[in-house]
């Protein structure tokens, strides 16, 4: 074999990957994770051992990217699941018409289910591994962070039937991702941060929320339970979009002006504020079907693997989705840029 096929073929079984965790949704866990090693990088306790840090960095970054893949794949595994014991062969297994390519390689045979649990159990088995390893550094903080963010992990793919998916989502990549990142590069607990990933978590929302506007009337058909079907309509889900993305900013220009953080963060919200813009509009065009063409823009963020979206013609959700995540991930980002800038840092070795 060659090197390009060799090539070709690892491209090929990466895509593949990509698709059975959902990959694309990475971005929602790695943006906060830039917010809170950036964070840690400058405080003073992280150069007490810079060698163990920058390894715990890598570590870090590894068990968080494995830990959502693996609740990506095991939300999957748990809905084919229930078709089987519900007497569905799995060749035959459907979901609703804007979930069809759900657990496709699964349902196709690309990915038996032996060689989903296995795929399960090295990618939990990492995330174990490592919060094993920060518990070891810094004590029982760890594993309690680490213990409420499994039940919740565990609790999600039933979320719906008591209208928590959303609230769930935001605790976890919010306070529970930014501060359990915090503490394990640190050893530390910071207050500032704390508030500041309550604004992390309510822009992570985002994307769950607009995800749900563009499902409400099949969620409310099905009885799935959401905070936009507990609201009840359309133009209320969006209002309760645009509310926690007021929130958010709000909290950061409190944590400006009373002095914790620098003025620069006010930044998260000048390069956010169109494209939140945008998604209220756009999500609003999509609950009055407009007939719209949808264009990437660079100013709108990555839209990767375009092509294929419009070969399975999910532009008019695609198009949504990935405003919806940039939207988070350009928050975190900048506020990630401006704490590394701008913290001050007493190298004091503790």
Not at 38 to 49: E, L, M, N, T
Not at 206 to 227: I, P, Q
Not at 229 to 244: D, Q, R, V, W, Y
Request: aromatic content about 16%.
């Amino acid at each position: 074999m060659s090197f390009r096929e060799a090539y070709k073929n690892f491209q090929e079984n990466i895509n593949q990957f990509i698709e059975l965790t959902r990959g694309y949704t990475l971005l929602t866990s790695m943006a906060p994770w830039f917010v809170a090693a950036a964070a840690a990088s400058v405080s003073a306790h992280y150069y007490s051992d810079i060698k163990i840090k920058l390894f715990t960095t890598f570590l870090s970054f590894i068990a968080i990217i494995c830990v959502h893949l693996g609740v990506n794949l095991f939300d999957d595994y748990i809905d084919i699941n229930k078709k089987i014991k519900g007497g569905i062969l799995l060749r035959d297994i459907k979901f609703e018409e804007k979930a069809r390519n759900k657990g496709r390689l699964i349902i196709d045979g690309t990915f038996s289910l032996a060689k989903v649990r296995t795929i399960l159990c090295i990618l939990f088995g990492v995330g174990i591994a490592a919060g094993a390893f920060f518990t070891y550094l810094y004590g029982i903080r760890i594993p309690v962070i680490a213990a409420i963010t499994g039940v919740l992990c565990v609790l999600y793919p039933f979320s719906s039937k008591f209208y928590l998916g959303e609230i769930i989502i935001g605790t976890i990549f919010g306070p529970l991702l930014v501060n359990g990142t915090y503490i394990a590069l640190c050893g530390r607990f910071s207050v500032p941060l704390l508030i500041l990933s309550f604004a992390v978590g309510l822009m992570i929302i985002v994307l769950s929320e607009a995800h749900n506007v563009m499902d409400f009337d099949y969620d409310k058909k099905a009885g799935k339970k959401t905070l936009c079907t507990l609201i009840g309509t359309k133009k209320g889900s969006l209002a309760l979009i645009a509310f926690e993305i007021l929130i958010a900013y709000m909290i950061v220009i409190y944590l400006a002006v009373s002095g914790q953080f620098s003025y620069w963060i006010l930044l998260s919200i000048l390069f956010t504020a169109p494209l939140s813009v945008k998604l209220i509009v756009s999500l609003n065009d999509y609950n009055n079907v407009k007939d719209l063409k949808f264009i990437p823009k660079w100013y709108l963020g990555p839209m990767e693997n375009w092509d294929i979206v419009q070969r399975e013609a999910l532009e008019y959700f695609m198009y949504r989705f990935y405003i919806a995540r940039n939207i988070g991930f350009i928050f975190c980002v900048t506020l990630a840029v401006v704490c590394f800038f701008t913290i001050k840092v007493n190298y004091i070795y503790i």
